[in-house]
Structures are given as structure tokens and as C-alpha cells.
């Protein structure tokens, strides 16, 4: 039986294939069919599969690159290496004897040694996170040192000593981290500014564990979108990219992570083909994101922007009598767009007054627009024209609705449909209307977020279903950013 050698290249995320590039070996044969894959991935249309025959590459090489990746893949997998390490610790912990068994010690020593060589190779710290060998290597070193073991406890030092850099930059992050995510909680994105210098020290840290910077890079992401620095976050990603590719540890849950916030800034920076490639990738793994209340706003929010149905779906939680009182804040104007989106106006109406309510206590133009931009659609589509102008034109809505000027287009749909009930309250006639609608998407700036034009284009679709002549200049406007969206909306309305 032939193995299908193709469909394990076009497998693979971009991500992978620089990982073997750097990683598979030296071989002439083997680099140049990397590289031809690479070509692929650089030069080829996001949705045309890769086929060796094509770049005149033999089977025989092919096949080899394939074995080896699949080796090269479980040999250096990061969850088979944490799977050691916990093994470790557990078999540590749970000796009868009072002595270390001398080969249990043997077995980390070398372990970690190797792992040393590693990190010496990259410049920097290799294992994904620190706390597990921290604490492998302290009982160890204890456990040496009650068995006279001067040999080992001498290696086990040694390692110490390397490790000890890392370990305190670990325990200052940490005690940072918390602090942060409790600042946070409530996401006042806002604030940003204030902790963005010791948010970048700890990122920039040599050596810094994988994961912290991952954590942290959320952080930054936001800053520098929010602040407009576009050089700064392009060179960010490329410095990541590069980071996980030297790592000699594979980990798809981190390239999954990674493509999930790239996909984000690209669409922010208005790289509609990168944004695209990042988002067929990260769904070209099986391995699932971890997924956590602090992280559940992105899983939905990010669906829910880009209007795929079908994945958001696969986050909702079920909606019961509970629902309410049990989803985290910021989910709710997510939970409710979701339903109002699939037509359930009922339960997306009762999700968007639980917003409603929290708009008071959650000082964040975020949860403004979210909640606002879902509330007015249910309100046009419930044709209750007359409360969408009172709200608008109130002063404290008024006061809100500036502050979120400064996200841009980002709060279109608020505007939209204000516009919308003055037409069909007669305020405005329909060449007002076209005029007006096509001041709001007449996008000027250095940076035209996709996520904006998604957006657009799904709300001026709502003319065509209302049977509203859409005219000269916002017709040639609209069709301008429906072509500029197409490669996103082509692959999130079908499946991959």
C-alpha cells in the first residue's frame, strides 16, 4: 500500500515546514525537498495543495523526508518530553526506599543534560515551561545529597547552575503575570499603557520559557494595535516565528496558539492573505487549543467577527435557565451576536440586556461596541426605530460612543443602523442614506482593519434584503472591499 506522501506535506503548517528546514538533518536531498515545500508555501494560492510530481522531486526523496519528519516529530515532540518529566516527578514522590534509585537518577541526569546541549545550540532556554524541572531537579538534589551520592549530586549542581537564570527570571515572571491578569480581568485594554514597559522586559527576557511569551504576547498585541505600531508587531511575529522554529521541541498546541494570535494581527494589520493563510493553518491541526474562561472570548469572538457560524458554534455553551448567570461578563455580547446572527432574537435579546447591564461596571469601549452594535441590530430587526435614535442621541450614550471613536470603524455597525432607522423613519431620504453610509466606509487611514470590512460587508447586505437601491459611489465602494475580504469569507462561510 503506497503511503500518500502529499497529503502529509499538505499537512503541515508553515510553522512545521521552517521547523524541519532547521531541524531534519543536513542532507543535500532532504534540504532541497524542504526548501521545494517552502517555495510552495511562499509562492503557491492558499488553496493549492502541494504535489512533489510538480516540482520534479522523485518519490524516493520525498518518502525519505516524510520518515524523517514523522521521526523527527515524535522523537522531539514537547508533550513526550513533559510526559517524561512528569513521569519524573512522580516517580520521585512516590519512592519507598529512602535512597534516590540510582538509575531513576541516572535516567534525569541525562535527560537534562541533553537537554542543556539544547539550549546551548539556540542561545537560550528550550523546555516550553520551567516549573516541573525546577522541581524535579530540587528534589533531586536533595534526594543526592541524603545518599552521599557526591558523583551525581555534583551533575545535578552543575545543572543547577545552568538552569538557575531561568528559574529566577521564572519566579519574578510569575509574580508579574499575577498581577497582571488580575488588573485585567475585566479586560480594560485601555490601561494598557501603563505596564506595557515591564510587560516588554519580561517579554524580551534571553532565554524566557515559550509559553510566558506567549502569554505575554496578547499583552502587546494589543498595545501595539490599539497604538497603531504596525512595524513593531510585524517584527514581533517574525521574531516568534523564528523562536518556536530554533526550539528543538515540537509543540502543536503552541503553533496552534501562535497561529491563533497571528491570525488576529494580521487581520488587524490589514494582511488579508497572510490572515487567511494563518487561518487555514490553525485549523489544519487536530490539536485543540487549551481552552479556559480567560481564553473563551477569543475562541468565540474571533468566529463570531470573521461571521463562521459553524466553528463559533462549537464554543457556545448550551443555553439554559443557568446560562445567564453563569457566562463570564465578557462573553455575553459574544453569546448573544452568536444567536442573533443565526436568527434567534429571543435568546440573543436576552443575552445583550444581561450585557446592558454590566455596561457600568465594565469601563471598556470593547464591551461598548460589542454590546451595542448586536443591540442595535435586534432593535432594527424588531423595527423598533424610534429607541434606536432616543439611545443614541442620549448624552451618556453620546459620551460612551465618542470615547470609541478611537477605535476606528470598529463601531460601524452602532452608526449603521442609526442611519438605517432615520431612513425608515423618514429623516433621511435614500440619497442622504447612500451618501452617508458611504462616508462611514470610506476608510481612510494608514491601516484598514479586515475584521472592519468583514463587517461591512455583512451589514450592507441587510440593504439588499431590505430591498434598498444601494447607489452609484457606495455601490463601487462596497464591491471594492467585498473583493478586498473575499479570501477570508470564501474560507470561513465553507468548510476547510
Not at 31 to 43: C, E, G, R, V, W
Not at 146 to 157: E, G, N
Not at 195 to 206: A, G, M, N, Q
Not at 263 to 268: A, C
Amino acid at each position: 500500500m503506497k503511503t500518500n506522501i502529499n497529503q502529509f506535506i499538505n499537512s503541515l503548517t508553515y510553522i512545521d515546514v521552517l521547523y524541519l528546514e532547521k531541524h531534519i538533518g543536513n542532507s543535500k536531498e532532504r534540504q532541497d525537498t524542504i526548501k521545494a515545500i517552502k517555495t510552495q508555501y511562499m509562492n503557491a494560492k492558499p488553496d493549492q495543495d502541494f504535489k512533489y510530481q510538480e516540482f520534479g522531486i522523485n518519490r524516493k526523496s520525498m518518502s525519505r523526508v516524510k520518515f524523517y519528519a514523522e521521526k523527527l516529530f515524535v522523537e522531539k515532540s514537547w508533550e513526550t518530553k513533559l510526559s517524561q518529566i512528569k513521569s519524573f516527578a512522580a516517580r520521585l514522590i512516590n519512592k519507598t526506599s529512602t535512597d534516590i534509585d540510582p538509575e531513576l537518577a541516572e535516567q534525569i541526569l541525562k535527560f537534562l543534560e541533553k537537554d542543556i546541549r539544547y539550549c546551548r545550540e539556540v542561545g537560550g532556554y528550550c523546555m516550553h515551561t520551567c516549573i516541573t524541572v525546577k522541581f524535579v531537579l530540587n528534589f533531586m538534589l536533595v534526594e543526592l545529597r541524603h545518599a552521599s551520592d557526591y558523583k551525581k549530586f555534583k551533575r545535578a549542581l552543575e545543572i543547577e547552575e545552568f538552569y538557575n537564570p531561568y528559574f529566577k527570571e521564572y519566579d519574578d515572571y510569575i509574580a508579574f503575570y499575577n498581577r497582571l491578569r488580575l488588573k485585567y480581568k475585566d479586560k480594560k485594554w485601555e490601561l494598557i499603557s501603563e505596564d506595557i514597559d515591564e510587560i516588554r522586559r519580561f517579554f524580551d527576557v534571553p532565554g524566557q520559557c515559550i509559553i510566558n511569551k506567549l502569554n505575554l504576547l496578547s499583552y502587546i498585541s494589543i498595545y501595539n494595535l490599539y497604538n497603531k505600531n504596525y512595524s513593531e508587531q510585524e517584527k514581533i511575529i517574525d521574531n516568534m516565528i523564528e523562536e518556536i522554529v530554533r526550539n528543538p521541541y515540537r509543540n502543536p498546541r503552541i503553533i496552534t496558539m501562535v497561529y491563533r494570535s497571528f491570525f488576529d494581527s494580521h487581520m488587524h494589520l490589514n494582511q488579508v492573505k497572510r490572515a487567511r493563510q494563518c487561518y487555514i493553518d490553525l485549523h489544519k491541526s487536530k490539536t485543540s487549543a487549551v481552552i479556559s474562561k480567560y481564553n473563551m472570548v477569543y475562541h468565540i469572538s474571533s468566529k463570531i467577527n470573521v461571521y463562521d457560524i459553524k466553528r463559533a458554534k462549537a464554543y457556545i455553551p448550551d443555553h439554559n435557565k443557568d446560562s445567564l448567570k453563569n457566562t463570564e461578563p465578557f462573553l455575553l455580547p459574544y453569546i448573544g451576536r452568536y444567536y442573533y446572527l443565526i436568527g434567534e432574537i429571543k435568546i440573543a435579546d436576552e443575552y445583550i440586556q444581561a450585557a446592558l447591564k454590566r455596561i457600568k461596571n465594565i469601563d471598556s469601549s470593547v464591551f461598548f461596541i460589542e454590546t451595542y452594535s448586536t443591540f442595535f441590530g435586534i432593535l432594527f430587526h424588531k423595527k423598533k426605530y424610534d429607541n434606536i435614535i432616543h439611545i443614541y442621541e442620549g448624552i451618556n450614550f453620546k459620551l460612551k460612543h465618542i470615547s470609541s471613536q478611537q477605535l476606528g470603524n470598529y463601531n460601524f455597525e452602532i452608526r449603521f443602523f442609526y442611519l438605517l432607522a432615520n431612513f425608515f423613519l423618514e429623516r433621511i431620504n435614500l440619497t442622504s442614506l447612500n451618501t452617508k453610509i458611504n462616508s462611514l466606509i470610506d476608510i481612510k487611514g494608514d491601516i484598514n482593519d479586515v475584521y472592519d470590512k468583514i463587517k461591512i460587508v455583512n451589514n450592507l447586505l441587510i440593504l439588499e434584503k431590505c430591498e434598498i437601491p444601494i447607489q452609484n459611489a457606495l455601490e463601487e465602494n462596497y464591491f471594492n472591499i467585498k473583493e478586498e475580504v473575499a479570501p477570508i469569507t470564501e474560507i470561513t462561510e465553507n468548510e476547510i
